[in-house]
């Protein structure tokens, strides 16, 4: 049977007939040989490839999970709203008694399984005053909650930004607004005469609403029943503006994936109590 072996010789010549047969079956060989040389080729680099596309799949949701170990994760809590809640309220009740535990989640074994990522399970943003530390005031260790301090407990763009992160990136399904009895900040609110100056003056801004219906409220009564009042409607006034001055919490709320609670602490007794929440 004649063979294309897709070689023309020159023209005018000739090959003696022996030769042509034996040159035929010689490119015939060739020909099936070079067929299953890239047969087996492609086989191989078909192999080849899907092993190459299962490491780099592998090493990709090795990535991806390296990231959310780091960031804490921000898929479903651990914990709801409610049940983060109650840990606070049970952490500060042993505050009171005297009967505090969380030193014991601060220890080395403790350190070492936070190494990766966090998931606190509930947002705190309060004063700065010193005799009001959350750790403490609810009895918790390493981990346990998100902490945002600022003189008067006010929300501010980075405030918000760090409030966002702990709800939206590590899952944290609460946030607490803990005022507390006799705030310094309050107090220069309420004592402010004349266009507040400076970066005091900032705070003192925020603060004044709450003070405008403290004094609507508590009109006729003495200095320190003012300032309370003012308090109380500055722990409200802050639930409220974090809805309202971040698309990310408010969203987190309207789905249900986020709960926001005013609480004051009280200086004298170290309880805190709580508002109603949203």
């Given at each position: 049977m004649p063979v294309n072996t897709g070689i023309q010789a020159p023209s005018g010549f000739r090959l003696p007939p022996g030769m042509t047969r034996g040159l035929s079956e010689t490119l015939l060989c060739g020909a099936v040989l070079r067929g299953e040389m890239l047969s087996t080729l492609e086989r191989r680099m078909s192999f080849m490839d899907k092993e190459i596309v299962m490491m780099l799949a592998a090493g990709a949701?090795?990535?991806?999970?390296?990231?959310?170990s780091a960031s804490g994760g921000g898929g479903a809590p651990a914990v709801t709203a409610d049940e983060a809640l109650q840990k606070l309220i049970e952490?500060?009740?042993?505050?009171?008694?005297?009967?505090?535990?969380?030193?014991?989640?601060?220890?080395a074994s403790t350190r070492q399984s936070l190494t990766k990522g966090q998931s606190p399970y509930a947002i705190i943003l309060s004063c700065a005053d010193?005799?009001?530390?959350?750790?403490?005031?609810?009895?918790?260790?390493?981990?346990?909650?998100?902490?945002?301090?600022?003189?008067g407990n006010i929300p501010d763009p980075v405030v918000l930004g760090s409030i966002e992160y702990a709800a939206?990136?590590?899952?944290?399904?609460?946030?607490?607004?803990?005022g507390h009895e006799r705030c310094g900040a309050v107090t220069a609110a309420v004592d402010a005469k004349g266009e507040p100056e400076g970066n005091i003056g900032a705070i003192i801004k925020t603060i004044a609403p709450a003070v405008g219906l403290a004094e609507k409220e508590a009109k006729g009564k003495d200095k320190a029943e003012l300032v309370e009042a003012a308090i109380d409607f500055n722990i409200k006034l802050v639930c409220d503006s974090l809805v309202k001055q971040s698309t990310v919490i408010k969203?987190?709320?309207?789905?249900?994936?986020?709960?926001?609670?005013?609480?004051?602490?009280?200086?004298?007794d170290g309880k805190v109590r709580l508002f109603d929440g949203r």
């Open positions: 949701l090795f990535l991806i999970s390296t990231m959310a952490g500060n009740q042993r505050y009171v008694g005297y009967q505090m535990t969380g030193q014991k989640r601060c220890d010193s005799r009001v530390p959350p750790e403490i005031v609810f009895d918790k260790g390493l981990g346990e909650i998100f902490v945002v301090r600022v003189a939206e990136h590590l899952g944290s399904p609460l946030v607490v607004v803990l969203h987190l709320v309207d789905e249900g994936k986020l709960k926001i609670v005013g609480a004051k602490y009280d200086l004298d």
